[in-house]
């Protein structure tokens, strides 16, 4: 697995190639993963911090839709990297169904046919499930309440016809680390209530 200061320069040869929010929001994807899985008590913090930092390396490829998480399954794969590479591809979904993206589709027919097998084939860790999480709570400067992350993908991307279920199953695996971390996980990250309060828009 790749160690903590190898994914961080990864991301930052990554950001030189395509500067973006993204970087921020990695960042804080990693650093909200590693504080709720040190509550756990059972996972490891190294590969939770990594796999956050990881998540959206495709984005190194360019400004791309649902083709970041092919970009980053295959740089990873390429640096013998498994565990990140499946963070890649099951980040954004809750839901595993390759039709609840948000978010534009500019990836292959079979690409799609690929991702919807792969999804359907594999359980969930808790590794998968943490990073769906933090991604679903990580604004660039840190973490805020579920809600309000949500509304501003929804500003961004609309809001198609599976959008409730695809909340309500953030909203599930939120519920599964407060039970794993035996307290509101919001409670363990810096900032939530300042982040949650700040204009989106
Ligand atoms: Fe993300």
Redesign the pocket.
């Known amino acids: 697995m790749l160690r903590p200061k190898e994914a961080d320069r990864e991301l930052e040869l990554a950001v030189r190639l395509n500067p973006g929010p993204w970087e921020k929001?990695?960042i804080s994807?990693a650093q909200n993963a590693r504080l709720i899985a040190e509550k756990t008590g059972s996972m490891d913090c190294d590969r939770a911090y990594v796999s956050g930092l990881m998540?959206?390396i495709g984005r190194r490829a360019g400004i791309r839709g649902i083709l970041h998480l092919f970009d980053g399954y295959d740089y990873m794969m390429g640096m013998g990297q498994e565990e990140i590479a499946r963070i890649c591809l099951t980040?954004s979904f809750p839901l595993k169904d390759v039709n609840t993206f948000f978010g534009k589709y500019d990836c292959t027919l079979e690409q799609k046919d690929f991702l919807q097998q792969f999804l359907e084939s594999r359980e969930y860790d808790d590794y998968d499930l943490l990073i769906q999480l933090c991604?679903a709570i990580s604004l660039p400067n840190g973490a805020c309440i579920m809600e309000k992350r949500l509304v501003d993908v929804a500003l961004r991307h609309g809001l198609p016809d599976f959008t409730l279920d695809k909340w309500r199953a953030f909203m599930e695996t939120k519920k599964h680390f407060d039970r794993l971390c035996g307290c509101n996980i919001y409670t363990l990250l810096p900032n939530v209530m300042d982040n949650s309060f700040a204009d989106l828009i």
């Open positions: 929001h990695s994807v998540h959206d980040h991604d």
